[in-house]
């Protein structure tokens, strides 16, 4: 991993901007090597993509995958500007239907809790960093609606829910329908 | 009797590296495609390279022979001539 590192210095002594391919496992010593070689901090930010690892397991569709998913990242690091998403090592935006799956897992307890009250909250779309979703309210367990929280905090309770698994979630907006 | 003992802990004793100006586009460049000889480095370069390719670079496939050691002078002296580079695999 190091001698990667190494490498890519070399060559951009010689004028060549280089990116370098590397499994995430190894974050902490790439940040050591960083140090050690007097790179600048934001070295590492600007000029690895990071794989999930283990990669030497893995067909070569699932690679070719790994790569395809992160090309555009590739191409702004070589470029020298760094892809929305990828800043401060963290792993590159989920693909969006992977990112909605993953939005209604970490929302899964909170929707669960209010079917039972008589609400069902499903998650649409995720666009540009706005996660939308609807929530349908039904026949509630109680006659003032207070059983269920207002719209716009549900929102900032889903936001808070999704967030820690999609840092790209910028937003989330709830449309409310009565059925 | 004395003894010597050695501070295992490194440091930095060279200035900070220069890194290369970044160029405006990939058209047109010449984008060196350095291989570490870690498993499957290969299939994930390869498709890198395929892919910048369809943006207009021109690939130039190298490798060390490796991993664990840095890359020889003569191949960092061979990728020089490019405008751009990749490289891994670091896993």
């Known amino acids: 991993m190091s001698c990667c590192m190494r490498d890519a210095v070399a060559l951009e002594a010689r004028g060549v901007p280089t990116v370098i391919l590397v ?24 000029n690895i993509v990071w ?5 030497s397991n893995k067909t070569k569709d699932v690679l070719d995958a790994l ?3 992160r090309i555009d990242e590739i191409r702004a690091k070589l470029l020298g ?5 990828s800043a401060n090592g963290r792993a590159p935006a989920a693909k969006p239907e992977e990112a909605l799956v993953a939005a209604r897992t970490a929302i899964a307890g909170l929707a669960a809790s209010l079917q039972v009250d008589g609400a069902h909250l499903e998650l649409d779309a ?39 698994v999609l840092p790209q979630v910028q937003a989330v907006e709830l449309t409310e329908s009565k059925t | 009797m004395s003894f010597s003992v050695h501070d295992p802990r490194g440091g930095r004793t060279a200035s900070a590296p220069l890194l290369a100006k970044r160029p405006r586009t990939l058209a047109n460049l010449r ?16 498709r890198a390279a395929h892919l910048l390719k369809e943006d207009g670079a021109q690939p130039q496939f190298d490798h060390k022979p490796s991993f664990s050691r840095i890359a020889p002078a003569e191949v960092i002296e061979r ?7 990749i490289t891994g695999l670091g896993g």
Do not use: W
């Open chain 1, 67 to 69: 790569v395809d998913d």
């Open chain 1, 126 to 164: 995720l666009d540009d960093g706005v996660l939308r979703g609807t929530i349908r309210i039904g026949e509630l367990t109680c006659e003032d609606g207070s059983c269920i929280m207002p719209t716009p905090q549900l929102a900032r309770m889903v936001e808070a829910l999704v967030k820690p």
């Open chain 1, 23 to 46: 499994n995430d496992v190894f974050k902490a010593i790439a940040h050591a090597t960083q140090a050690l070689l007097g790179l600048p901090d934001d070295y590492v930010e600007n």
């Open chain 2, 31 to 46: 984008i060196a495609v350095l291989d570490n000889g870690k498993e499957q480095a290969d299939v994930l370069l390869a």
């Open chain 1, 51 to 55: 794989l999930p690892h283990p990669t």
């Open chain 2, 79 to 85: 990728l020089a001539n490019c405008d751009i580079a």
């Open chain 1, 81 to 85: 500007r760094v892809a929305a998403g």
